[in-house]
C-alpha cells in the first residue's frame, strides 16, 4: 500500500510521491497536480466537505436547488481561458502554443515588477512544488465569459484535451493563498485537503464552496454569476481555478466563446478593424 502522500504508478504498479514529475521506477509520465488532488487526504477531506453541504442544505430547504447546480456544473461547467486577442491570434494564426509566465522568459524577456514575481513563485512553490513552469490556468465557467479582466478574449477548452491532467482550486491561488497567510496556523500543504479536486470531482468543491450560497429562486444565470463572479479588478475575481499540467494549441480550442467588446477601440476605423479580426477568429470554429 502507499504511504502517506505516494500513489501507485499507472504503468508499473510500484509506488512512488504524488509530486514526482515521472514514477522514479519507468519513468512514466505523471500529473503531479492531479495526482496530489487524488490522494486519500485531499479526497476525503473534500467528501467531508460535500457531504455537510448537502446536509445543510437539506436542513435549508434548498436541497433540491442545490442538486440543480450540481448537475449543472456536472453536465455544463467547463473551463475557460482569458487572453488578448494578439495571443489568441498567435495560437490560431501562427499555431503558437498557449505557455505561461516561466516559459515566456525563455524566449522574450518579461519586464515585470520583481515583487510580485517574488510572490508568484512563492504562490506557485505552495501549490506546485517543484512543476510551478509546466502550469497552465484556467478557470471553471457555466457561460463561457470568464474573468474579463484577464483579457478581452475569452476561449472555452476542449474537456477531453485537459480533464485527465487538470485539478481544481476553491479559489484563485493568490486568493487563497493570502487567506492561508492570514490564519494563525502554519502554512502547509495538508491546508489543501478539501479544496483541491480532481476533474471528476469538480461538482463536489462546487457544491461545497457554494451551496450555502444557493437559493430557492436561483436561476442558471444566477447559477454562472455564483460560480464565477468577475466584476471590478482582477483581484476581486471570484471563482474556482483549474490547474492545468502542461499548455495546449489551437486544436485543444473548443470555442472563442466570449469577446469583450467593451474594450473595443473608440476610433470607428480602429474598431471597425478589431471587429474583422475577431469575426476571422471566430469563424475558425464555425463547422
Ligand atoms: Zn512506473
Redesign the pocket.
Known amino acids: 500500500m502507499p504511504k502517506d502522500g505516494q500513489k501507485i ?1 499507472e ?2 504498479d ?1 509506488v512512488y510521491f504524488a509530486q514526482e514529475l515521472k ?1 522514479p ?2 519513468d ?1 509520465e505523471n500529473r503531479p497536480n492531479v495526482a496530489l488532488a487524488a490522494l486519500k487526504k485531499p479526497k476525503a477531506a473534500l467528501e467531508r466537505r460535500y457531504t455537510e453541504a448537502l446536509q445543510l442544505a437539506e436542513t435549508n430547504g434548498s436541497l433540491n436547488k442545490v442538486k440543480e447546480f450540481e448537475t449543472l456544473i456536472k453536465s455544463n461547467a467547463k473551463a475557460v481561458v482569458n487572453l488578448d486577442i494578439s495571443v489568441l491570434e498567435g495560437i490560431i494564426n501562427g499555431s503558437m502554443r498557449y505557455i505561461n509566465t516561466y516559459q515566456l522568459r525563455k524566449i522574450r524577456t518579461v519586464t515585470k515588477h520583481p515583487d510580485g514575481e517574488r510572490r508568484r513563485f512563492m504562490v506557485d512553490g505552495f501549490f506546485f512544488p517543484n512543476f510551478g513552469d509546466k502550469m497552465a490556468f484556467a478557470a471553471l465557467a457555466l457561460d463561457g465569459i470568464g474573468i474579463r479582466p484577464y483579457g478581452n478574449c475569452t476561449i472555452t477548452l476542449k474537456e477531453k484535451m485537459i480533464a485527465f491532467r487538470a485539478s481544481l482550486l476553491e479559489d484563485d491561488s493568490f486568493q487563497f493563498f493570502e487567506k492561508l497567510e492570514n490564519r494563525p496556523a502554519k502554512i502547509a500543504p495538508k491546508l489543501l485537503n478539501g479544496y483541491i479536486a480532481t476533474w471528476e470531482d469538480k461538482h463536489k468543491l462546487a457544491v461545497a464552496k457554494l451551496a450555502d450560497q444557493i437559493t430557492p429562486d436561483d436561476t442558471h444565470e444566477a447559477f454562472a454569476k455564483l460560480l464565477l463572479n468577475d466584476e471590478g479588478k482582477m483581484s476581486d475575481a471570484r471563482f474556482i481555478e483549474i490547474h492545468v499540467f502542461g499548455f495546449f494549441n489551437a486544436a485543444s480550442i473548443e470555442s472563442f466563446s466570449y469577446f469583450d467588446e467593451s474594450t473595443l477601440p473608440k476610433k470607428p476605423k480602429d474598431r471597425k478593424e478589431e471587429l474583422l479580426r475577431i469575426q476571422e477568429l471566430k469563424k475558425r470554429f464555425q463547422k
Open positions: 504508478c504503468q508499473c510500484e514514477c521506477s519507468c512514466y
